[in-house]
């Protein structure tokens, strides 16, 4: 991972340079840095399959059956912020 920042001009940048590191070092054959992606794959298949996902839905929905709907709330409006990024 990487260091997070809530300037989101600083986080880019942050990003943009792990991510150009890992492609520099994937392209040397990097065998550390290919191990981590494994572990990382592996821990990620673990929590996030998608028969995990199906046992959690199935509970959502499940737990839904015979409740009354809420009525669904309009959202605030949006405003978006002006991001500038600096290179």
């Not at 809530?6 to 943009?16: R, S, Y």
């Not at 492609?23 to 995990?52: C, M, P």
Request: charged share 25%.
């Amino acid at each position: 991972m990487y260091p997070f920042t809530e300037d989101k001009t600083a986080h880019v940048e942050i990003f943009a340079s792990c991510l150009h590191q890992a492609i520099v070092e994937l392209g040397k054959g990097s065998t550390s840095l290919h191990h981590r992606l494994l572990s990382q794959k592996s821990y990620a298949d673990l929590f996030y399959n998608w028969e995990l996902r199906r046992v959690h839905w199935d509970q959502v929905l499940e737990s839904m059956k015979g409740s009354e709907p809420k009525p669904i709330e309009e959202p605030a409006p949006y405003e978006a912020e002006e991001f500038v990024y600096n290179t």
